[in-house]
């Protein structure tokens, strides 16, 4: 053991006390209570001083122990190659996959059974809080995380990707910024979370922004920051399908002026009617899954394409879709991918749901819409460090308002006035009034500034904004985690042919608790699942077991043991203490 190691044992056992949320971590001190404290705790190699918790000592038994969430180790391939990037992001990457969707449901896991599998963990609430916040101070965590997660979908190679933000309403007191919630369909308090998921529907990066710019004007900055994040050269082609809410004249110009980025997304305001059978270049049938790989639906598609007459760097595609019930729909596409294929690019406009499916799973199963943190910064403390822009002034705004509101009166005076066969006194002198008004208010917009920096109307207004560092670096790791899942179910799926309950019955599965034989070279693990399996089904686990034990998986506690699955016979379940 080393000094560092030596000075870190010794500050664990001497610090007694709930920690401090104030502590410092300098040197070779460790403010965690929970490091260490047991006798048969022995301290493996810590490189890092500062760590708060570290790894065992390979752990041997001659008789298999009771452990709970023993099924977390089908992971296992996926936790031994996480990069030592801190030893608290595979705890918060192990609690998300055991279903705790934040910090405070973490309470409800068995530090104990998973101390004996991995590593010591740090157990109290406030522990794991500090930490979280003490390890998203900086970027490179989150860097190293996102090429840890693009490796698992092999990102790196592909190059088309679907782009969405995501917006999570925020129902709290604080004066923040409103922006558009398509949920709701109104103007709400919230924060977006722009998503990049693969083509093939996995989340490979996400920022987090209010709504001080548009997705418009955070665009081209996202896709920058995306190639620099995953190591993307700027020679190669990344083409970006995206909703109708991007739509914006002088972007596309940009977008086609930038270096080698594509756009794929849905013409505004499209209206149908230009649709000639004459044109139609070509048919093509899609087919979408249901119940099982034999159940399916198909969709026919027609399509001709030209050059938009709005843009002639850019092509429209009007597309003729028509879904199993026989009911046809005419949109139009427009992308300056002029010369891909054209059945390419409506494939991938109408795979949107993929993207759109995730949310939901990814807030269901992930806890993607937890806020994990309340902290703010004011918009005073902001200036200087963000760009500002120049909006519509809001005493413009007022004005408007106003004049709208007394021309919509004027307009029902004067047609009441206008149809009305007997003269009134009354309404003519509203009428002379409101005129005198309006002209007034008229007068006064032209002696008015119609522009005035947004920063400096947030800060009048004492808006706020949510510090989202805390928030980010858990998402990134709740996206590894729902692409370790996805990875992990892919051979289930295929043996279980049955889509209406596979993510039901895997969960399950990983959730078992079990029986662990820790062997000097070999690590026994039996599962002992909640669900009673039929023989059919019992079949199919068993198999996917030995798929996984062919495979010879690593215990994911560095000592580069090999495990081997073996599901409980349920006819022999005696259990003895």
Known sequence: ????????????????????????????????????????????????????FTKLVCKQSEKHVFSHHAGILLYSFFLAGLPPVILFAKQLLISVLLGALNIEQSKLLNF??????????????????????????????????????????????????????????????????????GNLGRPEKLINMDFIHTCFGDPVWLFHHDSFYDLRERFLKNITEFRSTLC???????????????????????????????????????????????KIEGKFIMTKYRNNSRDMLFYKFEYMSMNWSKNNKMNQIIVKATNPKGRTIELSIITNEKARAVEEIIR????????????????KHFGIDEITSYDTIPYSSLKGLIEDKLVKSGEIKSINKDKNKLEKELKKLLLSENQSKNKN???????????????????????????????????????????????????????????????????????YDNYRD??????????????????????????????????????IFEKFLGNINKANPIMPDGSNRIIQFKLADDSNNEIAI
Not at 257 to 277: A, F, L, V
Not at 461 to 488: G, P
């Open 112 to 181: 104990s059974s998973l101390k004996n599998m991995f590593f010591k963990f740090s157990k109290t609430l406030n522990s794991q809080r500090y930490l979280l916040g003490e390890y998203s101070k900086t970027d490179n965590h989150m860097k190293d995380l996102f090429r840890y997660n693009s490796s698992i979908v092999n990102a790196r190679n592909i190059s088309d990707f679907y782009y969405d933000p995501h917006s999570k309403p925020y129902r709290g007191f604080q004066n923040i910024l409103k922006g558009w919630c």
């Open 1 to 52: 053991m080393n000094n560092n190691e030596s000075g870190l044992l010794e500050n664990c056992l001497e610090k007694k006390s709930e920690i401090d949320a104030e502590a410092k971590i300098s040197g070779s001190e460790n403010t965690d209570n929970d490091c260490l404290r047991s006798s048969d705790n022995k301290v493996c190699e810590n490189n890092n001083p500062n760590m708060m």
């Open 425 to 495: 006194k009354k309404r003519e002198n509203k009428i002379l009034v409101l005129t005198e008004q309006l002209s007034k208010l008229k007068t006064k917009i032209k002696n008015v500034s119609e522009k005035e920096s947004k920063l400096d109307a947030l800060i009048r207004d004492e808006t706020i904004k949510l510090k989202t560092n805390k928030k980010a670096l858990l998402d990134v790791i709740k996206i590894i985690a729902r692409n370790i899942f996805y990875k992990s179910i892919e051979q289930f799926k295929i043996l």
């Open 502 to 539: 596979d993510h039901v019955m895997f969960r399950n599965f990983i959730d078992a608790d079990g029986f662990i034989l820790y062997g000097e070279e070999i690590v026994d693990v039996i599962l002992c699942p909640t669900a009673q399996y039929p023989p059919n089904k019992r079949y």
């Open 232 to 278: 993307i050269p700027e020679k190669q082609k990344l083409t970006m399908v995206v909703d109708r809410g991007i739509y914006k004249l002088e972007l596309f110009d940009e977008i086609i002026n930038s270096c080698n980025n594509k756009i794929i997304t849905w013409e505004k305001g499209y209206k149908k009617g230009q649709w000639d059978e004459n």
């Open 348 to 363: 991938l406009m109408f795979k949107r749901w993929l993207q759109e499916n995730d949310f939901k799973y990814l807030k």
